[in-house]
C-alpha cells in the first residue's frame, strides 16, 4: 500500500531565504507526483507535476525533483516571501488514485 | 485555464438532513473527483467519476453517495447528513483516462453539521 510522507509538518524561515521541502514514498511504481500549495480554509493549487519519466519540473522560483528509485521528490521555493506562506502538499499518482501526503505548512516570515 | 467551481463556500445543515454538494469544471475533464479532508487524517477519496452516468467509490464511500447527470457537473450527496461528516469538501477534476493527467481543484466547501 502506497504511503506518503512529508517532513518537516512545519517549517519557518525569514524572508529570502531558499528551502526545501521533501516528499517521500513507499512505492515506487508511480505515473507521476503533484506538488499542491493550500492556504488556509482554501482549496489547492497546482503548482507543478512531474510525469514518472521526468527528473524535474520547474516554474518560476519554484523546481520540483523526483527519483522514483529512491522514492523521493523534493520541492525547492528560492528567495522566499512572505507570500509563499501557506500549507504544501505532495501528492503520487499510481495504479489507484491520488494519494496524498499530510503537508508541510511553511510560515516565511518578513 | 481550468476552473473547478463548487456551489458554496460554507454551509451549515442539522443532523438527519438531506445536503447536496455542487461541483462544475469548464474544461470539459472526464474524470471528476470528491474529496474530504480533515486535521491529521489528510485527503481522503469519497467518489469519483470517469465518465457521465459512471461512479466509482472511494477509500470512505459511507454516508455518500454521487451523481453525474452532465459531463460538467458532479454532486456529492450526503443522504442523511450526521455531526462526523463536518469536514471540508474538495471536488476535483481531471483530462482523460490517462492516469498520467494533473488534478485541478475547487475551493473546497466547509459543511458543519450540527
Known amino acids: 500500500k502506497q504511503e506518503v510522507t512529508q517532513i518537516p509538518a512545519a517549517l519557518s524561515v525569514p524572508e529570502g531565504e531558499n528551502l526545501v521541502l521533501n516528499c517521500s514514498f513507499t512505492d515506487s511504481a508511480i505515473y507521476n507526483l503533484q506538488w499542491f500549495r493550500q492556504d488556509p480554509g482554501k482549496g489547492l493549487t497546482s503548482l507543478l507535476l512531474i510525469q514518472s519519466s521526468q527528473r524535474e519540473q520547474t516554474s518560476g522560483r519554484l523546481n520540483a525533483s523526483l527519483d522514483k528509485s529512491s522514492g523521493r521528490s523534493t520541492l525547492y521555493i528560492a528567495a522566499s516571501q512572505p507570500g509563499d506562506s501557506a500549507t504544501y502538499l505532495c501528492?503520487?499518482?499510481?495504479?489507484?488514485?491520488?494519494?496524498f501526503g499530510q503537508g508541510t505548512e511553511l510560515s516565511v516570515k518578513p | 485555464d481550468v476552473k473547478v467551481t463548487q456551489s458554496s463556500r460554507y454551509l451549515v445543515k442539522r443532523t438527519g438532513e438531506k445536503v447536496f454538494l455542487e461541483c462544475v469544471q469548464d474544461m470539459d475533464h472526464e474524470n471528476m473527483f470528491w474529496y474530504r479532508q480533515d486535521p491529521g487524517l489528510g485527503l481522503r477519496l469519497i467518489y469519483f467519476s470517469y465518465d457521465v452516468k459512471m461512479k466509482e467509490k472511494g477509500d470512505i464511500p459511507e454516508g455518500y453517495s454521487v451523481s453525474r447527470e452532465k459531463k460538467e457537473r458532479f454532486s456529492l450527496i450526503l443522504e442523511s447528513a450526521s455531526t462526523n461528516q463536518t469536514s471540508m469538501y474538495l471536488c476535483a477534476s481531471s483530462l482523460g483516462a490517462s492516469r498520467s493527467y494533473e488534478q485541478y481543484f475547487g475551493p473546497g466547501t466547509r459543511l458543519t453539521v450540527t
Open positions: 501528492a503520487v499518482r499510481g495504479l489507484g488514485k491520488l494519494i
